[in-house]
């Protein structure tokens, strides 16, 4: 094949690969046109907050704890418009010890790791906004005594809550009880308010 055939031949292809991405990009722009509004309503929506508040010891674990603080944080995921969302919970909470029948029990430090999820209660676009939450997840607990080691448990909780819309944010008054597995087990009912950015 001589050179003159060779850059005939190499510009040919040259055009038929620009005519083809041509092509390509014109039938992407059309799919695309009627169908982006679909595909933004199909997007997720992450949303993250963070809350304080008080935690109190209940049932049998009354004997030996009191109450004290916890602080948590929050990752939401949820399809836009969609009542349900998927929440991660990271916590800590500091529960004190009781002085029970002349015993002093240490304080308690639980660290938490969690899975849930939420639900809406009632329809969108309030400003008040009612909702349930559940979830599962790992309970370190440890007595706040030197050296103490972290002791991981199973634990479940469920609860409820309100939040205030303003805007992109939140302001929300969340209450859940908590169930860690375990000899001795362990119940708590923490109560927090903070703020979440909703998207």
Request: include cysteine.
């Amino acid at each position: 094949m001589s050179k003159t055939n060779g850059a005939v031949l190499e510009r040919a292809r040259a055009v038929f690969a620009c005519r083809c991405l041509r092509a390509l990009g014109l039938a992407l722009l059309v799919l695309a046109a009627p169908s982006h509004r679909l595909i933004a309503q199909s997007l997720l929506r992450v949303g993250f907050g963070g809350a304080a508040g008080i935690a109190s010891a209940l049932g049998d674990a009354r004997s030996g704890y009191g109450h004290g603080p916890i602080a948590q944080g929050e990752l939401t995921l949820r399809r836009a418009g969609s009542a349900l969302a998927i929440r991660l919970d990271a916590a800590y909470l500091h529960i004190r010890g009781a002085n029970a029948f002349g015993v002093a029990f240490p304080a308690t430090n639980v660290l938490v790791f969690a899975a849930g999820g939420t639900a809406r209660i009632g329809p969108a676009g309030r400003a008040l906004v009612p909702y349930v939450l559940g979830g599962a997840g790992a309970y370190n607990v440890q007595d706040a005594l030197p050296l103490a080691p972290y002791r991981t448990r199973f634990g479940i909780h469920a609860g409820a809550g309100g939040a205030l819309r303003l805007g992109q944010a939140a302001l929300f008054v969340e209450a859940r009880l908590i169930h860690v597995a375990g000899q001795p087990s362990l119940d708590i009912l923490p109560v927090v308010m903070g703020l979440r950015w909703v998207p």
